[in-house]
């Protein structure tokens, strides 16, 4: 197809939304089919078939193991072992069928195309008999003319999908080096990484109609794509271009349209010219200025308004096709000067250097299309809630839906985004460069007016996969051609399509790398995955000896609450961590005995199955804590904490800090609290504690710091409280305490005493924090007899708690009800109480039969949970 680039002056006009709506009539002549009823689908089997025999109702978009869900042809492939029953489905083949009217006036048009959105994976497409298409990769949009194979009346729509394991081998088998580089046969089809099992994921390899088929019929011309390229952003002014793809069927002149409006402005500005179109893709550029704009900024640096933009191509003043779209106006760099230690690597949005304050993402589901609007933003909201900016969408899941998206633009969290690589190698035929290629030109033109989205990766883990396993063994000759495969791919063609569909957007190559640069103790430089704490079972504090520059991995796990255990297993499933069905809801090698071998350095064995799920929970928040305050400690050094990882696709013991079903593990709310715009973070270092206040604020900020030496029952032993004013955008020590100093105040067993560090302004508390003197497991924390007390109508109470003593990670829960609280896992001060709101649709009295408060001290001893009183 003939492409040509033409850059227009159009004439700006503006008008009232009145007249607005007016001068868009007529509509688009442009129509488009949406083929979602009647599916049907069947297994392949060896044995001939009838050709009615066995079909059963399918959903499109779907997949296989979601139809023969639907059918109860299977049982849940969540519940209990049931996983393993399943594996069967992966080396079958499976057909899909449709049937749909077509009408001679559809026929009459110039243009009929077959689109499909996604097909996952291996898949031979037949309409009216006739093989169309072929495919490889569920990440592409498959386009292909269909007139010639339509007639009017009914029609008849084939997929065959072939067992993906038989069909990657069989690819597999043409590349003369596979033998040689041991490239796992399943990359060879391009789909989902995850699909085939992770060490949080179960393996379910599907096949189907993952995304929507539809037929688009039109005339002289269609809008093949609509960008907002944000060449130059400031305060002062916006210099962009709308960028007009149009296939048109052939030559003559066409009138061209762009509208943009300002957040709430109460008309838009339109840019009107005529143009000459040529047979095939035509590609225009619309310069606009926008004088003094508002700007899209990440959640806790400004506001996120979004500017709406529209285009439309008419022919002979009758309209043929329009576009919509909203983005963010931003400027993104990655920021990689040279300083003492190394190369930077931060993020400069509107000029502003961003820590950035985040989880890894990974899919919603193990099935994509069972997840909701509803899920995406429970989750997304959660994220922002526990004042995060950032999220890293993993490479081995799928390239999410424009909704996730738009959820992030709307909230300012930003979107690290990974091609869809996830650690394997990959294979280095020419076929597998041009699929990749086109593959990033598919989704980098559909993703890239999300102002979210701030940098693309190439992939995750795979530039340093060719030194894992035994590929250090491999002959010179196979290692060189497999890197300069590597290099063509990641910084090569991906690369190249994003500098030439997204420029303003960073790219980097892989997650983690250092662009190839030499690394030592002096001389960092790039992003990091930091798996020694757990991987190497080294202890929580050996984050502190990481001074990577960006961290997009680093994690712990724990097992999610009761309600989500119960949700799998029956009640003998549940006896200990490692029955049966426990290892299978438990996808790293070990993983069970990990998370007990750390929790028995720190703590006591629980005392029961309840127990160990809370104290697991606690044991992830405490490590995870220590690594990002000391990446947040650490800036500007260290300018990003990505942990692994923010979310789950099936009820499992994992990394994620929100379970599967959504609910808020220790982490999230700790979270909360180490990702605060201002965190307050005493530390022991150098004989000493040192008080440090991080401020992610751009500007001073006044504030009263007030540090107590404290023992359990509330004695202070030491304090100090004095005004400072925050560093905006820095890290500082405030207050330094001596040990010697503790010490002649009256800390001479460590093992009964705490330091607490309070911020506050104007009388308003701001961040709290504490830590203890001693190793935790040296710790004597006394049982916490807490008071607990409920109050409150219409779905809407207050708990309050107090205890007598310290009382650390104190936890609401609320047996079977659906609750939302405002704080959780949180520690009390000897003394203190607390007031934690709690929404549900339970009524007062059914709040109180269910609610249970513990600490920390409940799960290693018999003390029963605090029983709750009347409120006032």
């Known amino acids: 197809m003939r492409r040509s680039i033409v850059r227009l002056a159009l004439a700006a006009t503006t008008f009232s939304l009145a007249s607005l709506a007016s001068a868009q009539q007529p509509r688009s002549q442009n129509a488009a089919l949406v083929l979602d009823h009647g599916w049907q689908f069947r297994q392949i089997t060896v044995a001939p078939q009838d050709a009615e025999a066995g079909w059963l109702p399918a959903t499109v978009p779907g997949d296989v193991h979601l139809d023969l869900l639907a059918n109860k042809k299977i049982e849940d492939p969540f519940y209990r072992d049931n996983e393993a029953k399943l594996q069967w489905i992966e080396n079958a083949s499976w057909e899909y069928r449709d049937t749909f009217d077509v009408t001679p006036a559809m026929l009459a048009r110039t243009n009929v195309d077959l689109v499909f959105d996604g097909l996952d994976s291996a898949a031979q497409v037949l309409l009216n008999g006739k093989q169309i298409l072929s495919t490889d990769d569920a990440f592409r949009v498959w386009r292909v003319p269909a007139k010639e194979y339509l007639h009017a009346g009914s029609n008849s729509l084939y997929i065959v999908f072939p067992s993906p394991i038989a069909a990657a081998q069989k690819v597999a088998a043409t590349d003369p080096w596979q033998p040689r580089t041991k490239t796992e046969p399943k990359t060879y089809i391009r789909k989902p990484a995850y699909e085939y099992g992770w060490d949080w994921g179960p393996r379910f390899v599907t096949s189907g109609i993952w995304k929507p088929i539809q037929i688009e019929s039109w005339d002289q011309a269609r809008i093949a794509d609509f960008a907002i390229r944000q060449r130059d952003v400031s305060k002062a002014v916006a210099h962009i271009d709308a960028e007009v793809e149009v296939d048109a069927s052939s030559d003559g002149d066409a009138q061209i349209a762009v509208q ?20 095939g893709r035509n590609v225009l550029d619309i310069p606009i200025e926008i004088r003094e704009p508002q700007l899209w900024y990440p959640a806790g640096y400004g506001d996120q308004p979004l500017y709406a933009f529209s285009t439309h ?9 329009s576009r919509a779209t909203k983005t963010g106006l931003r400027s993104i760099v990655l920021d990689r000067h040279p300083d003492q230690w190394g190369r930077s690597f931060q993020l400069l949005v509107n000029g502003i250097p961003v820590f950035a304050k ?8 193990s099935f994509p299309n069972r997840v909701t609007t509803a899920d995406y933003r429970r989750i997304l909201q959660s994220a922002r809630d526990a004042n995060m900016n950032m999220i890293r ?12 998206y738009q959820i992030c633009d709307e909230l300012g969290i930003m979107v690290w985004q990974d091609f869809m690589f996830g650690n394997d190698w990959q294979p280095g035929t020419y076929a597998f460069k041009l699929t990749i290629e086109a593959e990033a030109e598919d989704q980098v033109r559909r993703l890239r007016n999300h102002p979210s989205i701030v940098v693309w990766c190439g992939n995750n883990e795979t530039e340093e996969a060719l030194n894992w396993g035994d590929r250090d063994r491999l002959p010179l000759d196979v290692k060189f051609q497999m890197w300069q495969d590597y290099l063509t791919e990641f910084s090569g063609i991906l690369d190249r399509v994003v500098e030439r569909l997204d420029a303003e957007t960073p790219y980097w190559p892989s997650s983690p790398s250092s662009d190839y640069e030499e690394l030592s103790d002096t001389y960092q430089s790039g992003d990091a995955h930091v798996w020694d704490v757990w991987h190497g079972r080294v202890p929580f504090s050996t984050y502190e000896k990481h001074n990577a520059r960006f961290v997009t991995e680093y994690g712990f796990q724990s097992f999610p609450e009761m309600r989500t255990i119960e949700a799998f297993t029956q009640p003998e499933d549940r006896v200990n961590i490692f029955t049966p069905v426990m290892l299978a809801h438990q996808k790293n090698n070990e993983g069970n005995s990990i998370i007990h071998d750390y929790l028995l350095k720190d703590y006591p064995e629980p005392k029961d199955f309840p127990s160990f799920l809370y104290a697991s929970q606690v044991l992830q928040a405490e490590g995870i804590k220590i690594g990002a305050e000391h990446f947040r400690r ?11 990882q923010l979310n789950d696709c099936w009820p499992v013991a994992s990394w994620s800090s929100i379970d599967y ?15 605060a715009p201002i965190l307050v973070s005493p530390h022991i270092e150098m004989g000493a504690v040192k008080v440090y206040i991080v401020s992610d604020k751009t500007a001073a900020q006044p504030a009263t710091l007030r540090v107590r030496l404290m023992d359990f029952d509330g004695k202070v032993l030491l304090e100090d409280s004095h005004d400072v004013s925050i560093d905006p955008l820095a890290s500082k020590v405030y207050l330094d305490w001596p040990l010697a100093k503790l010490t002649e105040a009256g800390a001479n067993d460590t093992s009964r005493v705490f330091v607490v560090a309070e911020l506050s302004s104007g009388g308003t508390p701001i961040a709290r924090n504490l830590i203890y003197l001693a190793p935790t497991k040296e710790v004597h924390l006394k049982p916490a007899q807490l008071s607990v007390s409920a109050a409150g109508a219409n779905g809407k109470y207050t708990v309050r708690v107090t205890s007598p003593v310290l009382a650390r990670d104190v936890y609401l829960s609320f047996g079977s009800m659906d609750t939302q609280v405002t704080d959780n896992y949180f520690d009390l001060l000897p003394g203190e109480t607390r007031e934690i709101g709690v929404t549900t649709a339970a009524s007062l009295d059914e709040l109180k039969a269910q609610l249970r408060v513990i600490s920390l001290t409940d799960a290693f001893s018999n003390v029963a949970p605090a029983a709750v009183s009347s409120g006032q």
């Open 313 to 321: 191509v008419s022919i002979s003043g009758k309209e043929a096709d």
């Open 393 to 404: 969408h993993w490479g081995g899941g799928y390239y999410e839906t424009d909704e996730f």
């Open 661 to 675: 079903y959504g609910r808020w593990k220790a982490l999230q709310y700790y979270a909360r609290r180490f990702y």
């Open 260 to 279: 943009y409006a300002a957040p709430g402005a109460k008309s838009p500005t339109t840019l009107k010219s005529t143009v000459a179109l040529h047979s």
């Open 634 to 644: 650490n800036r500007p050094e260290t300018m990003g904490s990505i942990f692994w």
């Open 358 to 365: 985040g989880a890894d993402v990974i899919p919603f589901d």
